[in-house]
């Protein structure tokens, strides 16, 4: 038996099945929207995290270089001199790509440290720009290695704020 769908009795429950389904589906483009959003968010946070890690490992590389030469030369009044500290690192991050100049650097693929010998300064590209905010307006982050004679010191060349926090 076949149901008559021209009847007036089930035209509006057909009209009420569509405004369901239309409805339904409004409601998860939104949440899929606000889903893609807090995904991005969140990525930018971990980008963050892996910045500060490898920024908290270098420092500690050079810390412990630092140690290390003055147990080595405890009578000797020689400053070290300063070297890239991702060759103290017992493993690079897959992500360096090696020292380079400041104008090269610029050119590399996001999401990547460099180190300037000329500079003696590390540098970051961000992989998602959008959340760095640079002094100068630039889109590379760069620290500068100081400290000698002493521990070496890693510090930012200017201000630099990601996600509204202060990257340093």
Not at 137 to 155: C, D, H, M, S
């Amino acid at each position: 038996m076949a149901i008559d769908r021209s009847s007036p009795l089930s035209a509006p429950l057909w009209r009420w099945r569509a405004l369901e389904w239309a409805l339904l589906a409004m409601v998860i483009a939104v949440l899929a929207l606000l889903f893609l959003r807090q995904m991005r968010v969140v990525q930018a946070q971990a980008e963050l995290a892996t910045i500060q890690s490898t920024l908290g490992a270098l420092r500690t590389a050079l810390v412990v270089d630092h140690l290390r030469q003055s147990i080595a030369n405890a009578n000797s009044a020689a400053a070290p001199g300063v070297t890239n500290p991702f060759e103290l690192l017992q493993r690079r991050p897959t992500n360096y790509l090696g020292e380079m100049t400041a104008g090269h650097a610029r050119e590399a693929a996001p999401g990547n440290w460099v180190f300037d010998p000329d500079c003696v300064c590390v540098g970051y590209l961000p992989l998602h720009d959008q959340w760095f905010e640079a002094a100068d307006g630039g889109t590379l982050a760069w620290f500068r290695i100081t400290g000698a004679p002493g521990p070496l010191q890693i510090t930012a060349k200017q201000r630099y704020v990601w996600q509204g926090n202060l990257l340093d």
